[in-house]
C-alpha cells in the first residue's frame, strides 16, 4: 500500500481575451503513472457590441425606455456584452453596422 499526500500549488496564466485555450498540467511522475498528466480545455466568452437606436427618447434619460434596457444589461455587467451604445436614429447612418453583434430598434419608424 502507499501513503497519500497532498500538495496544492497555485499556478495562474493569462487566457485569451476570446476563444478557445488548452493546455496540459504535467505533475511528478510516481508509482502510479496513469494519473501523472491533466489536460484542461475550455473557452473565453469574446464580447460583443450592443448597438440600440432610441426612436423615443423622451426629456430626462429615465423618460426613454431604452433607458431600463441599457440599466438591466448593464447592471451587474455580463462579461460576454463588451459595449451598450444608445443613438438616435438619425445617427444611425454615421455607425459602422457591421462593428456590433447586436442591434435592437427601439420605437424606430422609418430608418431610411
Do not use: C, W
Not at 503513472?33 to 460583443?48: C, I, N, Q, S, T
Not at 431604452?66 to 444589461?73: C, F, G, I, P
Amino acid at each position: 500500500m502507499f501513503t497519500s499526500k497532498r500538495n496544492e500549488v497555485p499556478f495562474q496564466d493569462l487566457l485569451p481575451e476570446g476563444g478557445f485555450y488548452s493546455g496540459r498540467l504535467e505533475l511528478t511522475h510516481d508509482e502510479i503513472p496513469f494519473d501523472d498528466v491533466y489536460y484542461v480545455a475550455g473557452r473565453v466568452p469574446r464580447g460583443f457590441k450592443l448597438l440600440i437606436v432610441d426612436g423615443e427618447s423622451g426629456l430626462a434619460p429615465s423618460d426613454s425606455e431604452t433607458y431600463y434596457l441599457k440599466l438591466a444589461l448593464e447592471s451587474p455587467r455580463d462579461p460576454r456584452l463588451e459595449s451598450v451604445q444608445v443613438i438616435r436614429p438619425d445617427m444611425l447612418n454615421q455607425i459602422v453596422l457591421k462593428n456590433y453583434g447586436a442591434i435592437v430598434l427601439a420605437n424606430v419608424g422609418d430608418i431610411l
